[in-house]
């Protein structure tokens, strides 16, 4: 299994930037494809962003397009999520996942794809 911490997340006013990070530990982090996941207090779990094992595939939540982007570091075991264009209802909490191969790249829509699971950052953005 894997291990997920991630970090980064802050308070920030709207139009600012934040990079979250997300470590990975345990079984080999290039035999998954990763994720990043948000719940705000009150709502259901939203899919953000997706990337295949390689990093050559991305997805995205219509809500994030042109604002954010997601990256790996497979030499790092890290994976990234530069957030740029903050609004305030991107506030919430940010969680990191990993998906065991299936020959395809789950969407942000299918949280369900996803094994394992990290903690979360907060990421609170101002108007």
């Known amino acids: 299994q894997v291990q997920l911490v991630e970090s980064g997340g802050g308070s920030v006013q709207a139009g600012g930037s934040l990079r979250l990070s997300c470590a990975a530990s345990?079984?080999?982090?290039?035999?998954?494809?990763m994720g990043w996941f948000r719940q705000a207090p009150g709502k259901e779990r939203e899919g953000v962003a997706t990337?295949?094992?390689?990093?050559?595939?991305?997805y995205y939540a219509d809500s994030v397009k042109g604002r954010f982007t997601i990256s790996r570091d497979n030499a790092k075991n890290t994976l990234y999520l530069q957030m740029n264009s903050l609004k305030p209802e991107d506030t919430a909490m940010y969680y990191c996942?990993?998906?065991?191969?299936?020959?395809?790249?789950?969407?942000?829509?299918?949280?369900?794809?996803?094994?394992?699971w990290g903690q979360g950052t907060q990421v609170t953005v101002s108007s």
């Open positions: 996942a990993a998906a065991r191969a299936m020959g395809w790249v789950p969407r942000p829509s299918a949280p369900g794809n996803f094994d394992y």
């Open positions: 345990g079984s080999t982090y290039m035999s998954y494809c």
């Open positions: 990337i295949s094992i390689g990093g050559g595939s991305t």
